[in-house]
């Protein structure tokens, strides 16, 4: 596999992302249609041309960003086709997985309620390996079962985190088994997939760390906002993290308290999140601290970009930035939407 | 009741004396029962005032916690997480009495769910849509409080006017009207008996002479 040539190709790709300037432009324009207009100006051109079609304003932006999001990856998967099970394609896989289990989770919960396969389409986002083919017939599917037989029919790996916990859903009737099984899956993989001596591996390795970190220390604060005990919540917590140890993590669910908690943070890269902790405790909202982690990830994600420029961290890293590109044009789009000021939509937006 | 349908006698006076005696005592009655209700009323009103301002205020929080999660998590995410909410509010309707207006006790189950019980996974779902499924249980809950005092003030306020009704007809309508018949008919015995004695001295003075 030539990934010099394939760095050369997203680092092309990654020319064609917005600059600050045109998001500066995006955030001065005074309307949606506007902003539509100044995004006809960019490779978003196409997919906007189709959607707005259908849809008005912001609905019409958000679907247009999920179809280019869609096409972007595909087409940096379709880089690895004649390599599929090479170690780049597997850490790409990583990334892309998540999307999987995304409309996997979407699917079957849509199917859980008899949701009709248009309306749970349009909660999709075909950026993962499961291709728009495979998830229209899972749509075709009519409940729950159907959908994972139709993933153990077709050999697909999700089946082997659904399968074994059919009958325990089957008796509690929570598809919250089956999505912590999808996840659990996600992450095994992903540090299965990472493991290795090479520099890029370590790269990945630290990376992966950091997402299961962030997801614990998520799950942490939503149980002790929620008030779950550690027992109930304590197969919840996923093995592997970069930094903080189950053990810690218990640990912070049995002091039962954020400010408290922060304090066993002492000595990690999370401690800078020790005086939102605290305001969070004494504020009631929760959402600030998850927004702080959830950055944190993506600004180690997108720092990939610039690690090594021969190794596959090139591509994770561009995935990353353009990533963040589409989750700030929604913000800005939504924040118009809802008539928020320059300062809110200014806060909102993630900068790298 | 027209004068000329009241037949003179002193059995229909005695009647007339009672039905007025009946319907004055109805017209306290009524007229306490207009006034304790008035004064319920005014409690639940209070809390009406409290409950609308609480439901705007819900409804208001509902509406920016799911601009912030369609923002944050995007239009895709928030239907995701929508697509499992499997089990819907249920409504119970009970009756309860006040002053003898039936009014309805709205009690909701699984309206607030338990993080595990909203139905989706607990990994991988932002806080911003935990807040936004709290605003919104919150508001129905608040729509079910608001619902029970509005139906409540309402039933009352109808009974209100019932009462009213009832007390102006009894105060302004059947009482005089009665009063005027018991006065017409004692007016037509006296007469009847001044007849009665006039005939008898000219008898009396017929049978002398």
Known sequence: MDQGYINARVRGMYRTLLGPDALRNLILVPDLDAM?????????????????????????????????????????????????ESREARYVRIFLNRWDVHNLKTILRGKSIRSSPEEIREALVPAGTLDEATLVE???????????????????????????????????????????????????????????????????????????????????????????DLEDGERFLLEGGGELTTEVLSGMVSDGNLGKAGERLEGTRFISLRPLLTEAQNSGRFSPVMKELDWHLIRAG?????????????????LYRFLIEVTNIRIIARCRDAGLSDEELEAELIHV | ??????????????????????????????????????????????????????????????????????TVEGAIGVKSAAFSVKEVPQIGVKQKNIMGVVVPEIQGSSVTKPLVDRGYGVLGTSSTIDETASAFEDLVEQIIRSAEIETTMKRLLEEIEKTKR???????????EQAEARDFIKMRLDEMEREELFRLKRIKARSQA
């Open chain 1, 302 to 318: 997108a720092s990939l970009f610039r690690r090594d420029p021969l190794s596959i961290t090139v591509v994770i890293g561009f």
């Open chain 1, 138 to 228: 899972l749509l075709k599917q009519n409940d729950v079962r159907q959908v994972i037989d139709l993933l153990a029919t077709w050999n697909i790996d999700y089946a082997k985190a659904l399968t074994p916990n059919i009958d325990e859903w089957s008796r509690s009737g929570q598809l919250l088994v089956l999505e912590h099984a999808l996840d659990r899956y996600y992450f095994q993989y992903a540090r299965d997939a990472v493991r290795g001596r090479q520099p890029e591996a370590f790269a990945l390795q630290e990376l992966v760390g950091t997402e299961i970190d962030v997801t614990n220390l998520k799950t942490v604060i939503t149980f002790i906002r929620d008030g779950i």
């Open chain 2, 1 to 70: 009741m027209a004068l000329r349908d009241i037949k003179p006698t002193r059995s229909e006076l005695i009647n007339l004396k009672r039905r007025i005696q009946l319907s004055e005592r109805g017209y306290k009655i009524l007229k306490m029962k207009r006034d304790g209700l008035i004064l319920e009323f005014f409690k639940v009103l209070g809390q009406a005032k409290d409950s609308q301002n609480a439901l705007n205020a819900a409804y208001a929080r509902a509406e920016e916690m799911m601009a912030v999660a369609n």
């Open chain 1, 36 to 84: 539509i207009s100044e995004l006809q100006k960019t490779p978003y051109r196409e997919e906007l041309e189709t959607s707005c079609v259908r849809r008005s304003s912001v609905v019409c932006i958000e679907d247009a960003l999920r179809r280019h999001l869609a096409r972007v990856y595909s087409k940096i998967l379709a880089m690895f086709d004649d390599q599929r």
């Open chain 2, 166 to 176: 009832r007390v102006n007809a009894l105060e302004f309508k059947v009482i005089p």
